[in-house]
């Protein structure tokens, strides 16, 4: 089984201010991670993902993550917000195995960013 | 450009009514989904498609069906039988090492 938690379903920040946002997952094997942002009315678009590489991943926008086993967490950060970042972020889990391989999202944060 | 194409983007289902929503991608993808979003819920899997001429349910399976006739297709059809289908659906595909592509979506409402 595999489960993801956003902590903080709304977080807004000052433009040029650290922006975090924070993602803890569950999964009995070894996961792969992902960030998602949603601007209104569209589709989700991919901004970075862990698939057992590198421990810090760099996504598009200045946006990182990084995967901690021990905390199971994947928090998704960028050390100044923008105004452009305002939207909804999903943080996603599945597993590299075979079978099913549909995600599961978080239930979203949405990021404000303040001028 | 290659992507997913969801149609119609707005629709309305009167009581007792089917509606079918369109998703077609031309990214040479096995594998498609559907996901429904409400807000403060995220999205969930309510049908997924890994080949042609086979799907899985997902999750939220009840009162919806899907057909997987071609590669580039995968509609969602909302029964009468699916009581709360006021929702934010989206239709996305993926690479073999599971990347999603999403298409802009379809907003349902019932009238």
């Known amino acids: 089984a595999q489960s993801v938690t956003q902590l903080g379903s709304h977080v807004s920040v000052s433009e040029g201010a650290l922006v975090l946002l924070r993602c803890n997952y569950s999964?009995?094997?070894?996961?792969?991670l992902f960030w998602y942002v949603q601007y209104p009315n569209q589709g989700l678009q991919l901004l970075l993902k862990?698939?057992?590489?590198?421990?810090l991943v760099k996504g598009i926008n200045g946006f990182e993550a990084e995967f901690k086993k021990s905390e199971t967490s994947f928090h998704l950060t960028k050390p100044s917000a923008h105004m452009s970042d305002a939207a909804e972020y999903f943080c996603a889990v599945t597993h590299g195995g075979t079978g099913r391989r549909a995600l599961t999202f978080g239930s979203g944060t949405r990021l404000q960013v303040q001028p | 450009d290659g992507g997913i194409t969801q149609s119609p983007k707005y629709l309305f289902r009167k009581e007792g009514q089917n509606v079918t929503l369109s998703c077609e991608q031309n990214l040479n993808h096995d594998a498609m989904y559907w996901y429904r979003q409400d807000p403060g819920q995220g999205l969930r899997l309510i049908y997924y498609?890994?080949?042609?001429?086979?799907?899985q349910k997902g999750d939220i399976a009840e009162g919806y069906s899907v057909s997987r006739e071609k590669k580039e297709s995968f509609p969602l059809t909302v029964t009468s039988a699916q009581k709360n289908p006021t929702a934010f659906y989206l239709c996305a595909s993926s690479t073999p090492g599971g990347k999603l592509f999403f298409g802009s979506g379809t907003q349902l409402s019932v009238l």
């Open positions: 999964s009995s094997v070894p996961p792969y």
């Open positions: 498609s890994q080949i042609v001429n086979d799907f």
């Open positions: 862990y698939t057992s590489a590198a421990t």
